[in-house]
């Protein structure tokens, strides 16, 4: 959400920062089909390894960026963060059906998505209060960039019991 205030912030123009937002989004898109299609072949915790180190570079590009007469760093920072950020939707959705197939899926999975929500409602908010109390986002993205390792941790924990043999 605040992608588009650290741009302009930068001195970036406010065209250009949603247009590196819309780019972003189109990555996304792709990133969904293509780990989707990974995660099958590499396997969902390979896939999720991979989703998570893109969104890292991306937002270590983000970061790096520190004044507007460069805008290059924004189409790789679209790139890697937006593939990274479209490819966690499918391998979740993938992965929850592989621990939990049958009836209750439907309700399994909306009850997972809780936590989703609950960190989009979140962030934003968290985001805006960094900026509010250190005059900077670069904080709230640092946050980011660690939990990303609590992705990879909780995504370890679910695809280990993926390989435990049932009864």
């Given amino acids: 959400v ?6 302009t912030d930068l001195g970036f123009a406010k065209i250009l920062a949603a247009a590196i937002l819309g780019n972003m989004g189109l990555m996304s898109s792709v990133g969904r089909l293509l780990f989707g299609a990974m995660s099958d072949r590499l396997g969902r915790f390979g896939g999720v390894t991979l989703s998570v180190l893109c969104s890292q ?15 290059w760093p924004l189409y790789v920072y679209a790139v890697f963060f937006g593939l990274g950020y479209g490819a966690r939707g499918p391998i979740i959705s993938a992965i929850a059906a592989d621990l939990f197939p049958g009836r209750s899926f439907g309700t399994i999975f909306g009850v997972m998505c809780i936590g989703h929500g609950l960190g989009g409602a979140f ?6 209060y960094v900026y509010d109390l250190l005059g900077s986002y670069r904080p709230a993205f640092m946050v980011a960039f660690c939990a990303l ?10 695809t280990r ?3 435990i043999p049932r009864p």
């Avoid at 605040?2 to 741009?7: E, G, I, P, R, S």
């Avoid at 570079?57 to 805008?71: A, H, N, R, Y």
């Fill in 123 to 128: 962030g934003p908010w968290y985001g805006g």
């Fill in 2 to 7: 605040h992608q588009v205030a650290y741009l």
């Fill in 149 to 158: 390792f609590g992705v990879i941790a909780c995504f370890w924990i679910a």
């Fill in 161 to 163: 019991r993926l390989s």
């Fill in 57 to 71: 570079i991306g937002i270590v590009v983000l970061l790096s960026i520190t004044q507007s007469t460069v805008t």
